[in-house]
C-alpha cells in the first residue's frame, strides 16, 4: 500500500510535531482525516496503472518538491476523472508517441496533455508563515474571543515559543488595546479583539489581502503543451490539454484570455449604452494575420473541490474550445460546469460564449 510504505513513515516521523501549514504536500495528504477517503481513491489508481507508469507517478506524488508532486496528484485525479467518461489509458504508446492519457469513446480515441498551474514557490512559502500564524492562534483554548490580525509582514516563520507567550499574556491580560508583536527575526503582527465568544478558544479573522490575476502567466504553459506531440497533433484524433489551476484566484476565464485576448467594450458617451463588444486578439491564438495552435481541439480547465461527505478532494472542469481547430470535438462529451463554445458565426467571426451543462447561457 502507498500510504503504508516506508518513505511515508520516514517523512511521517520528520515532521510530526510540524503544522499542516508548513509540511510537504505529501505528509499532509498522508496524516490528514480529511483527506481519508482521498488516499483511498488513489491507492485504488495505483493498483489498475502500468507498473512503469506507477513507479514513476509514485516517484513524483512523494516528492518533497511541490511541483513535482502536483505534478503527480493532478495526474492522478484526471486519471479518476476522465474514466468517468470512458476507458482511459496513462502514457499509452500512440502514433509512434506517449502523450498522458488516451480516452477511447467507442471508435473516437482522444489524446489529452496535463499540466499544473501551480503557485509559486515564494508565494507559497508566505502562505505557509501566515497559515502558520492562523494555526498557533486558533489552537489557543482560552479566552473564547474572535482575534482579528491587522496586519501582518512576515519574512520568515514566526517563532512560535516567543509568540504563543507574547499573545497568551496579552489575551489573559483582558487587553483594551491591540498587540504589537514583532520578533527577533523582523516578522511583524498586530492583532486586537473584536468580540468575546461563548466558548471555542479563538478565532481569527484577517488579514485582508488583494491578489493581481495574470491571464499572461498561463501562456507560455498552455503554448508548451500546444506545440508538444506532433505526430498525434497532425493526425486525424483531437489534441486537447487539460490544466490544473492551483491558486483560486485564477479561473476558465484566464485560459480564454490566454488563448484569445482580453475583451474590451466600445461605449457611447452621450447615451451610456455598449455599442461593440470584441476581443483583442492579444491571446497566443493570433499571430498578425495568423492563426496559431489550429491542431489543439481545446482545453480542459480544472480546479480542486474539497467535498466534505467523502472526505476527497475532486476536480472541478470547464471546457474552452478551440474554434479555429482542424479537429474539432463535441465538448458536450466532458461533464463540466460549463463551455465556452461558438455560439454564432459572422463570415470569418466567431461569436463565443459560455453555457451550462444544459445548453443555457450563462456567466462564470
Not at 514557490?121 to 482560552?142: D, F, P, T
Not at 515559543?161 to 527577533?184: C, I, T
Not at 495568423?290 to 475532486?314: A, M, P, Q, W, Y
Amino acid at each position: 500500500m502507498l500510504f503504508d510504505c516506508e518513505e511515508i513513515k520516514r517523512l511521517y516521523l520528520t515532521f510530526v510535531d510540524e503544522s499542516d501549514c508548513t509540511v510537504p504536500d505529501i505528509v499532509r495528504l498522508a496524516r490528514s482525516p480529511r483527506l481519508a477517503g482521498e488516499r483511498r481513491e488513489i491507492e485504488r489508481v495505483f493498483e489498475t496503472l502500468p507498473k512503469t507508469v506507477a513507479k514513476e507517478w509514485r516517484s513524483r506524488l512523494l516528492s518533497t518538491d511541490h511541483g513535482q508532486y502536483k505534478s503527480a496528484w493532478f495526474q492522478i485525479m484526471l486519471y479518476l476523472w476522465l474514466g468517468g467518461i470512458g476507458k482511459i489509458e496513462a502514457e499509452p504508446e500512440f502514433l509512434g508517441d506517449r502523450p498522458d492519457f488516451l480516452l477511447e469513446l467507442g471508435e473516437s480515441k482522444i489524446a489529452i496533455e496535463a499540466r499544473a498551474f501551480v503557485i509559486p514557490e515564494e508565494e507559497r512559502i508566505a502562505e505557509g508563515w501566515l497559515c502558520e500564524v492562523q494555526w498557533l492562534l486558533n489552537r489557543i483554548e482560552e479566552p473564547s474571543v474572535v482575534v482579528q490580525i491587522k496586519k501582518v509582514q512576515l519574512v520568515s516563520r514566526v517563532d512560535a515559543w516567543n509568540f504563543e507567550e507574547r499573545v497568551m499574556k496579552w489575551l489573559q491580560s483582558d487587553p483594551q488595546g491591540d498587540l504589537h508583536y514583532q520578533d527577533a527575526r523582523g516578522n511583524v503582527v498586530h492583532l486586537g479583539i473584536l468580540w468575546s465568544r461563548g466558548h471555542g478558544g479563538v478565532a481569527t479573522v484577517g488579514p485582508s489581502t488583494t491578489s493581481w490575476v495574470d491571464s499572461g502567466k498561463l501562456k507560455r504553459p498552455l503554448r508548451e503543451k500546444a506545440r508538444q506531440h506532433k505526430t498525434i497533433r497532425q493526425s486525424t484524433h483531437p489534441y486537447v490539454i487539460a490544466i490544473y489551476l492551483e491558486d483560486k484566484t485564477y479561473s476558465a476565464e484566464e485560459i480564454v484570455e490566454a488563448w484569445f485576448g482580453r475583451e474590451t467594450v466600445t461605449v457611447d458617451t452621450q447615451t451610456g449604452t455598449v455599442v461593440d463588444q470584441r476581443i483583442d486578439m492579444s491571446g497566443i491564438h493570433y499571430f498578425g494575420p495568423e492563426i496559431r495552435h489550429r491542431t489543439v481541439s481545446g482545453t480542459l480547465v480544472f480546479r480542486d473541490l474539497f467535498i466534505e461527505s467523502e472526505n476527497c478532494r475532486k476536480l472541478q472542469g470547464w471546457y474552452v474550445q478551440n474554434p479555429y481547430a482542424k479537429v474539432p470535438i463535441d465538448s458536450r462529451i466532458f461533464p463540466v460546469e460549463a463551455r465556452f463554445v461558438v455560439t454564432g458565426q459572422d463570415g470569418s467571426r466567431y461569436q463565443m460564449g459560455w453555457k451550462s451543462r444544459t445548453g443555457h447561457e450563462v456567466d462564470t
